[in-house]
């Protein structure tokens, strides 16, 4: 008796809690990833877009970072579900259930789905002091030097390392590289601009900036065709015109609450989602990043959810076809 008036006192605290949502309390959006790199990017654009559009928001980024992105996710598995505990993630959220089999969080279980935000190609950069200045002669440096080099990523599961690990499956080269984890690609960022590693794919929103200042070279881009509508990255090959098949990788990022978030605390957050997405400052930012905003149509949360839970089953066939887990 005593237990259940404990459960409906919280009942009605949270209940009261959505109506006054946001209050005075910050709303955290737990990026699980490094600090600076291209998911923190994204969430602090859109942490500034949303405090814009949702009265009384104020918005703070924490960075959880490790295991591809798992142990800010399973934080925000089992946070308080009062709206003031969010999380941004990309790809992983779809790849990290295949990968990792004794994963602490179910995707499709353990949160609600409060929209995409954006949809970011990837760029295949090296250090500065490679010889090579294209794709071609990336290829050919490669397979000179079989074996010797090493490749960058932000831990398994992480978005460079699907796509590292698909670069390498089509690359003819004799010898693997060996892959060197990190937090997230800031730091992975950093080591390749001071040339302790070679080679790395990366979202476009960090690696713009850094190719634009030649700190360092890109080769080729991973979706399908040549982005030629930026000024910049257009200059690039895709590498499926470079040969590998089928080659066709973009980056997409959602917003998450823990489940059982109440739903007027999530259709305020989708609400003022939708309105910092069409917010011609956050737009104009993205695009000059490569990154593709998403329409009203995907910051839908029943669309979110069925888009993720589809990429689940995708990502899991091509795991399990390869054998090859993070555990
Ligand atoms: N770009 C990283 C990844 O490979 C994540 C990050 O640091 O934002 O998944």
């Not at 499709?108 to 970011?120: A, C, I, T």
């Not at 257009?234 to 609450?257: C, N, R, V």
């Not at 695009?287 to 839970?309: C, N, Q, S």
Request: proline share 6%; charged share 20%; net charge positive.
């Amino acid at each position: 008796m005593k237990r259940m008036l404990v459960i409906a006192a919280a009942a009605l605290t949270l209940v009261a809690h959505a109506q006054n949502f946001p209050g005075s309390k910050p709303i955290s959006i737990v990026v699980p990833f490094a600090a600076g790199g291209p998911t923190d990017k994204v969430a602090r654009d859109l942490a500034v877009a949303m405090a814009k559009t949702l009265p009384g928001g104020n918005f703070v980024v924490e960075n959880v970072a490790g295991a591809g992105g798992t142990i800010g996710a399973s934080k925000i598995a089992r946070a308080n579900p009062d709206g003031h505990s969010l999380l941004l993630f990309h790809i992983g959220m779809a790849a990290t259930p295949a990968l990792y089999r004794k994963l602490s969080y179910k995707p499709l279980e353990d949160f609600e789905f409060l929209g995409m935000v954006n949809d970011v190609p990837m760029t295949l950069i090296g250090k500065p002091q490679l010889p090579a200045n294209t794709y071609r002669d990336f290829e050919n440096y490669i397979r000179a030097n079989a074996g010797k080099l090493n490749i960058a990523h932000a831990g398994l599961g992480s978005a460079s390392h699907i796509c590292g690990m698909l670069w390498q499956a089509q690359l003819q080269s004799k010898e693997a590289m060996t892959t060197i984890p990190f937090g997230g690609t800031a730091p992975a960022m950093n080591a390749l601009v001071g040339g302790q590693v070679d080679v790395m794919c990366d979202q476009t929103t960090n690696t713009t900036a850094q190719i634009e200042s030649g700190r360092v070279k890109a080769f080729a881009v991973t979706t399908a065709k040549p982005l030629a509508d930026h000024k910049l990255l257009k200059y690039y090959p895709s590498l499926q015109e470079m040969g590998m098949k089928g080659f066709d990788l973009t980056i997409w990022h959602g917003l998450y609450a823990p489940k059982g978030t109440p739903a007027a605390i999530t259709t305020a957050l989708n609400d003022a989602m939708k309105k910092a997405l069409k917010d011609p400052e956050f737009i104009k930012k993205q695009e000059a990043l490569g990154a593709l905003v998403v329409t009203d149509k995907r910051v839908d949360p029943a669309e979110h959810k069925k888009f993720v839970a589809a990429e689940i089953q995708k990502i899991k066939v091509a795991v399990d076809a390869s054998g090859k887990y993070a555990d």
